[in-house]
Protein backbone atom coordinates (compact mmCIF):
# COMPACT_ATOMS: atom_id res chain seq x y z
CA UNK A 1 0.00 0.00 0.00
CA UNK A 2 1.44 3.59 -1.15
CA UNK A 3 1.63 5.62 1.91
CA UNK A 4 0.35 9.22 0.98
CA UNK A 5 1.98 12.28 1.82
CA UNK A 6 0.36 14.79 4.34
CA UNK A 7 -0.82 17.75 3.45
CA UNK A 8 -0.35 19.15 7.44
CA UNK A 9 2.97 18.02 7.69
CA UNK A 10 4.22 19.63 3.87
CA UNK A 11 5.23 16.15 2.75
CA UNK A 12 6.61 16.11 -0.52
CA UNK A 13 8.74 13.28 -1.81
CA UNK A 14 11.80 13.96 -3.82
CA UNK A 15 12.08 11.52 -6.76
CA UNK A 16 14.67 12.76 -8.69
CA UNK A 17 18.18 10.73 -9.00
CA UNK A 18 19.98 13.50 -10.43
CA UNK A 19 19.45 15.74 -7.71
CA UNK A 20 19.66 12.94 -4.52
CA UNK A 21 23.04 12.97 -5.71
CA UNK A 22 23.77 16.59 -6.17
CA UNK A 23 22.44 16.42 -2.32
CA UNK A 24 24.87 13.78 -1.54
CA UNK A 25 28.11 15.15 -3.81
CA UNK A 26 27.59 18.74 -2.42
CA UNK A 27 27.70 17.38 1.83
CA UNK A 28 31.43 16.21 0.56
CA UNK A 29 30.94 13.69 3.01
CA UNK A 30 33.91 11.77 4.04
CA UNK A 31 33.39 8.03 5.00
CA UNK A 32 36.75 7.02 7.15
CA UNK A 33 37.19 3.78 8.39
CA UNK A 34 35.67 2.78 11.76
CA UNK A 35 38.42 -0.10 12.47
CA UNK A 36 40.86 2.62 12.07
CA UNK A 37 40.11 5.34 14.33
CA UNK A 38 40.52 7.68 11.45
CA UNK A 39 38.08 10.99 11.18
CA UNK A 40 34.16 10.33 9.58
CA UNK A 41 31.49 12.35 8.90
CA UNK A 42 28.25 11.89 11.22
CA UNK A 43 25.39 13.06 9.77
CA UNK A 44 21.95 14.47 10.95
CA UNK A 45 19.06 14.41 8.40
CA UNK A 46 15.65 16.16 9.19
CA UNK A 47 12.29 15.32 7.76
CA UNK A 48 13.74 11.74 6.01
CA UNK A 49 9.98 10.92 4.53
CA UNK A 50 10.26 7.55 2.30
CA UNK A 51 14.10 7.41 3.16
CA UNK A 52 14.81 7.86 -0.65
CA UNK A 53 17.83 10.15 0.50
CA UNK A 54 18.55 8.41 3.94
CA UNK A 55 19.20 5.41 1.67
CA UNK A 56 22.17 7.45 -0.15
CA UNK A 57 23.37 8.50 3.18
CA UNK A 58 23.80 5.51 4.53
CA UNK A 59 25.88 3.76 1.94
CA UNK A 60 29.03 4.93 3.31
CA UNK A 61 28.32 3.74 6.85
CA UNK A 62 28.44 6.61 8.38
CA UNK A 63 25.97 7.56 11.44
CA UNK A 64 23.19 9.33 10.03
CA UNK A 65 20.56 10.54 12.96
CA UNK A 66 17.51 11.24 11.14
CA UNK A 67 14.43 12.86 12.56
CA UNK A 68 10.65 12.19 11.66
CA UNK A 69 7.79 13.50 13.01
CA UNK A 70 5.27 11.70 11.36
CA UNK A 71 4.51 8.48 13.39
CA UNK A 72 3.19 5.91 11.11
CA UNK A 73 6.21 7.01 8.57
CA UNK A 74 8.65 6.08 11.70
CA UNK A 75 6.74 2.64 11.58
CA UNK A 76 7.51 2.63 7.57
CA UNK A 77 11.10 3.77 7.68
CA UNK A 78 11.86 1.28 9.88
CA UNK A 79 10.59 -1.73 8.50
CA UNK A 80 12.54 -0.09 5.36
CA UNK A 81 15.71 0.37 6.53
CA UNK A 82 15.96 -2.38 8.92
CA UNK A 83 18.44 -2.94 11.79
CA UNK A 84 21.50 -0.87 11.05
CA UNK A 85 24.51 -0.04 13.33
CA UNK A 86 25.14 3.37 11.51
CA UNK A 87 21.01 4.32 11.63
CA UNK A 88 19.27 5.82 14.20
CA UNK A 89 15.98 7.02 13.80
CA UNK A 90 14.38 9.53 16.19
CA UNK A 91 10.43 10.70 16.28
CA UNK A 92 9.66 13.96 17.08
CA UNK A 93 9.69 17.97 16.03
CA UNK A 94 13.59 18.87 15.10
CA UNK A 95 12.38 22.15 16.83
CA UNK A 96 12.01 20.74 20.35
CA UNK A 97 14.09 17.94 20.77
CA UNK A 98 17.36 17.98 22.63
CA UNK A 99 19.63 16.09 20.24
CA UNK A 100 22.34 16.03 22.53
CA UNK A 101 20.52 15.17 25.37
CA UNK A 102 19.06 11.90 23.01
CA UNK A 103 21.87 10.90 21.92
CA UNK A 104 24.26 10.65 24.84
CA UNK A 105 23.18 6.84 25.08
CA UNK A 106 24.67 6.78 21.47
CA UNK A 107 28.53 7.94 21.35
CA UNK A 108 28.94 6.09 17.78
CA UNK A 109 26.75 9.07 16.54
CA UNK A 110 28.18 12.33 18.23
CA UNK A 111 29.11 14.46 17.69
CA UNK A 112 27.28 14.91 14.50
CA UNK A 113 29.17 17.63 12.21
CA UNK A 114 27.22 17.89 9.16
CA UNK A 115 23.65 18.01 8.35
CA UNK A 116 22.56 17.17 4.87
CA UNK A 117 18.22 17.46 4.55
CA UNK A 118 15.19 18.39 2.45
CA UNK A 119 13.39 19.77 5.39
CA UNK A 120 9.41 20.84 5.34
CA UNK A 121 9.30 24.37 3.87
CA UNK A 122 6.82 25.58 6.07
CA UNK A 123 9.61 25.57 8.79
CA UNK A 124 12.45 26.37 6.85
CA UNK A 125 13.21 29.68 9.18
CA UNK A 126 13.13 28.07 13.03
CA UNK A 127 15.38 25.19 11.12
CA UNK A 128 17.43 27.75 9.67
CA UNK A 129 18.14 29.58 13.14
CA UNK A 130 18.03 25.84 14.85
CA UNK A 131 21.10 25.07 12.87
CA UNK A 132 23.33 28.35 12.47
CA UNK A 133 21.85 30.47 15.32
CA UNK A 134 21.74 34.03 14.91
CA UNK A 135 23.76 37.10 14.63
CA UNK A 136 23.90 37.45 18.28
CA UNK A 137 23.65 34.11 19.69
CA UNK A 138 25.58 31.79 16.89
CA UNK A 139 25.28 27.95 17.47
CA UNK A 140 27.99 26.34 19.50
CA UNK A 141 29.65 24.01 18.14
CA UNK A 142 28.98 24.77 14.68
CA UNK A 143 28.36 22.13 12.29
CA UNK A 144 30.84 21.47 9.19
CA UNK A 145 28.39 21.81 6.69
CA UNK A 146 24.66 22.16 6.30
CA UNK A 147 23.80 21.03 2.97
CA UNK A 148 19.52 21.76 2.06
CA UNK A 149 17.04 21.27 -0.19
CA UNK A 150 14.94 24.71 -0.14
CA UNK A 151 12.16 26.55 -1.76
CA UNK A 152 13.77 28.26 -4.40
CA UNK A 153 12.54 31.54 -3.07
CA UNK A 154 14.65 30.58 -0.03
CA UNK A 155 17.72 30.16 -1.86
CA UNK A 156 17.33 33.38 -3.82
CA UNK A 157 16.99 35.34 -0.25
CA UNK A 158 19.73 33.43 1.54
CA UNK A 159 22.18 34.33 -1.32
CA UNK A 160 20.84 37.34 -2.91
CA UNK A 161 22.61 40.85 -2.94
CA UNK A 162 22.03 44.15 -2.16
CA UNK A 163 19.72 45.95 -3.89
CA UNK A 164 17.19 43.27 -5.12
CA UNK A 165 14.02 42.51 -4.11
CA UNK A 166 15.38 39.34 -2.85
CA UNK A 167 17.90 40.89 -0.26
CA UNK A 168 16.41 40.45 2.80
CA UNK A 169 17.00 40.74 6.72
CA UNK A 170 17.17 37.07 6.40
CA UNK A 171 20.05 37.26 3.14
CA UNK A 172 22.14 39.72 5.91
CA UNK A 173 21.69 37.57 9.13
CA UNK A 174 22.66 34.04 7.20
CA UNK A 175 25.59 36.06 5.45
CA UNK A 176 26.83 36.86 8.41
CA UNK A 177 26.50 33.31 9.37
CA UNK A 178 27.79 31.36 6.70
CA UNK A 179 29.05 31.17 3.54
CA UNK A 180 26.09 30.09 1.16
CA UNK A 181 26.34 28.17 -2.52
CA UNK A 182 23.77 27.80 -4.43
CA UNK A 183 24.64 24.33 -5.68
CA UNK A 184 21.59 23.27 -8.64
CA UNK A 185 18.21 24.45 -9.50
CA UNK A 186 15.30 21.33 -8.63
CA UNK A 187 11.80 21.48 -10.66
CA UNK A 188 9.30 20.97 -8.42
CA UNK A 189 8.19 17.90 -11.13
CA UNK A 190 11.09 15.99 -8.84
CA UNK A 191 8.48 15.59 -6.25
CA UNK A 192 5.46 13.44 -5.88
CA UNK A 193 2.92 15.42 -5.24
CA UNK A 194 4.64 17.91 -6.93
CA UNK A 195 5.08 21.46 -4.59
CA UNK A 196 3.99 24.66 -6.04
CA UNK A 197 7.06 26.06 -6.43
CA UNK A 198 10.18 25.12 -7.73
CA UNK A 199 13.65 24.34 -5.42
CA UNK A 200 17.34 24.59 -5.41
CA UNK A 201 19.78 22.61 -3.22
CA UNK A 202 22.00 25.06 -1.22
CA UNK A 203 25.55 24.55 0.72
CA UNK A 204 26.27 26.49 3.89
CA UNK A 205 29.37 26.34 5.44
CA UNK A 206 29.51 27.93 9.10
CA UNK A 207 32.09 30.85 9.71
CA UNK A 208 34.24 30.56 12.99
CA UNK A 209 32.90 33.95 13.99
CA UNK A 210 35.88 34.49 16.41
CA UNK A 211 37.06 38.08 15.20
CA UNK A 212 33.94 39.54 13.45
CA UNK A 213 35.07 43.45 14.65
CA UNK A 214 31.68 44.09 15.78
CA UNK A 215 29.46 44.00 18.45
CA UNK A 216 26.62 41.62 16.95
CA UNK A 217 23.95 42.04 20.08
CA UNK A 218 23.98 45.76 18.23
CA UNK A 219 24.46 44.00 14.33
CA UNK A 220 21.57 41.73 15.46
CA UNK A 221 19.55 45.01 16.39
CA UNK A 222 20.26 47.04 13.34
CA UNK A 223 19.38 44.52 10.96
CA UNK A 224 16.37 43.50 12.73
CA UNK A 225 15.37 47.24 12.98
CA UNK A 226 16.73 48.29 9.82
CA UNK A 227 14.28 45.87 7.60
CA UNK A 228 11.18 46.26 10.04
CA UNK A 229 9.53 48.19 7.10
CA UNK A 230 11.22 48.22 3.46
CA UNK A 231 9.64 51.04 2.02
CA UNK A 232 10.99 53.62 5.27
CA UNK A 233 14.65 54.80 4.76
CA UNK A 234 16.92 53.53 7.63
CA UNK A 235 17.25 56.78 9.57
CA UNK A 236 13.31 56.45 10.15
CA UNK A 237 13.29 52.48 11.01
CA UNK A 238 16.01 53.24 13.25
CA UNK A 239 15.24 56.74 14.76
CA UNK A 240 14.09 54.54 18.07
CA UNK A 241 17.69 54.05 18.77
CA UNK A 242 19.34 56.75 17.24
CA UNK A 243 17.96 60.47 15.99
CA UNK A 244 18.22 61.09 11.99
CA UNK A 245 20.68 63.83 12.82
CA UNK A 246 23.33 61.37 14.40
CA UNK A 247 23.16 58.65 11.55
CA UNK A 248 22.95 60.91 8.32
CA UNK A 249 27.07 61.64 9.23
CA UNK A 250 27.45 57.88 9.66
CA UNK A 251 25.89 57.00 6.22
CA UNK A 252 27.84 59.68 4.66
CA UNK A 253 30.96 58.18 6.01
CA UNK A 254 29.94 54.81 4.31
CA UNK A 255 29.34 56.36 1.16
CA UNK A 256 25.55 56.36 1.78
CA UNK A 257 22.54 58.35 0.64
CA UNK A 258 20.88 60.02 3.93
CA UNK A 259 17.61 58.76 2.25
CA UNK A 260 18.81 54.75 2.05
CA UNK A 261 17.06 51.76 3.07
CA UNK A 262 18.23 48.72 4.35
CA UNK A 263 18.39 46.41 1.22
CA UNK A 264 21.20 48.96 -0.31
CA UNK A 265 23.67 48.56 2.50
CA UNK A 266 26.07 44.87 1.79
CA UNK A 267 27.00 42.84 5.05
CA UNK A 268 30.12 44.95 5.07
CA UNK A 269 27.94 48.09 5.29
CA UNK A 270 26.01 46.77 8.49
CA UNK A 271 29.21 45.83 10.02
CA UNK A 272 30.74 49.29 9.44
CA UNK A 273 27.34 50.45 10.63
CA UNK A 274 27.30 48.70 14.05
CA UNK A 275 31.34 49.78 14.39
CA UNK A 276 30.09 53.18 14.29
CA UNK A 277 27.17 53.37 16.00
CA UNK A 278 28.91 50.83 19.40
CA UNK A 279 29.62 54.07 21.29
CA UNK A 280 26.07 55.30 20.97
CA UNK A 281 24.59 52.36 21.62
CA UNK A 282 26.50 51.02 24.18
CA UNK A 283 25.43 50.30 27.57
Not at 62 to 78: F, G, I, Q, T, Y
Not at 244 to 267: D, V, Y
Request: with cysteine; net charge positive.
Amino acid sequence: MTFRPRKRFGQHWLNHAPTLQAIVAAAEIQTGAPQSGSLRDRLLEIGPGMGVLTRELLRGGNPVVAVELDRDLCVKLSKKLGERDNFLLLEGDILKLNLSELLEPFPQFCPINKVVANIPYNITGPILELLLGRIDQPRSPKYDSIVLLVQKEIAERLTATPGGKAYSALSVRMQYLARIEWIVDVSRKAFTPPPKVDSAVIRITPYALTETGCDPRILHQLVRLGFANRRKMLRNNLKGLISPEQLTPFLEQLALSPTARAEELSLNHWLDLSNHLAPLLSP
